[in-house]
Nanobody, 123 residues
Framework: QVQLVQSGGGSVQAGDSLRLSCAASGRTFSAMAWFRQAPGKERGFVAT????????YYAGSVKGRFTISRDHAKNTVYLQMNSLKPEDTAVYYC??????????????????WGQGTQVTVSS
């Protein structure tokens, strides 16, 4: 059974850090990414990493604060979030592609999704 299981998240103060993890099972994936969805908003792109991990891309709102990485041995992708702001509050989803190896910014490029995890940042 192919699945993505997320962990991490929670409630923190502005300026704090959190790390999200997404463990894949059932197969290996090409590009992987994180998206987020705030209440009343569409799911939006946060960060993506290529299959071999040599390319990454970030949304402008998180660049310089968030870092995406992957561990092939553990079949896991991470999102390190530093200097968190209240506007980072959202449900975060990891995503995995079976079709694309490079960095992909759109939801349509991804075939599997994690269950979502809440991140709440208070001021």
């Amino acid at each position: 059974q192919v699945q993505l299981v997320q962990s991490g998240g929670g409630s923190v103060q502005a300026g704090d850090s959190l790390r999200l993890s997404c463990a894949a099972s059932g197969r290996t994936f090409s590009a992987m990414a994180w998206f987020r969805q705030a209440p009343g908003k569409e799911r939006g792109f946060v960060a993506t990493i290529s299959r071999n991990g040599d390319s990454t891309y970030y949304a402008g709102s998180v660049k310089g604060r968030f870092t995406i990485s992957r561990d092939h041995a553990k079949n896991t992708v991470y999102l390190q979030m530093n200097s968190l702001k209240p506007e980072d509050t959202a449900v975060y989803y990891c995503a995995a592609s079976t079709r694309f190896a490079g960095v992909m910014l759109t939801t349509g490029a991804y075939d599997y999704w994690g269950q979502g995890t809440q991140v709440t940042v208070s001021s």
